[in-house]
Nanobody, 119 residues
């Protein structure tokens, strides 16, 4: 009964910024990982960034130095600040939450939000 709802996507020019938000409701593991994944047309879903309950972060190589993930565990929110956007960042961005001792494939997903970067 876990629900995740993404928001904040849109159309931006290369070099611009967007901030994505994900609201989580329902019961989730006390020790967990919240993350963002993306899927472009014709491509597999890939990790963008994730963050543990303790604040440890992990970023995909292509977004390191440009994107920042953060969370508010009290509000059960996770955010993704995206700067210096590139055309290659165009994708549907999905929010995910899973048990710390498993992986994202065992977690819950949101419906996704479209990010389009013009070039």
């Amino acid at each position: 009964q876990v629900q995740l709802v993404e928001s904040g996507g849109g159309l931006v020019q290369a070099g611009g910024s967007l901030r994505l938000s994900c609201a989580v409701s329902g019961s989730i593991p006390s020790i967990n990982v919240m993350g963002w994944y993306r899927q472009a047309p014709g491509k597999q879903r890939e990790l963008v960034a994730d963050i543990t309950t303790g604040g440890w972060t992990n970023y995909g190589d292509s977004v390191k130095g440009r994107f920042t993930i953060s969370r508010d565990s009290v509000k059960k929110m996770v955010y993704l600040q995206m700067n210096s956007l590139k055309f290659e960042d165009t994708a549907v961005y999905y929010c995910n939450v899973h048990d710390y001792y498993t992986n994202y494939r065992s977690g819950s997903w949101g419906q996704g939000t479209q990010v389009t970067v013009s070039s």
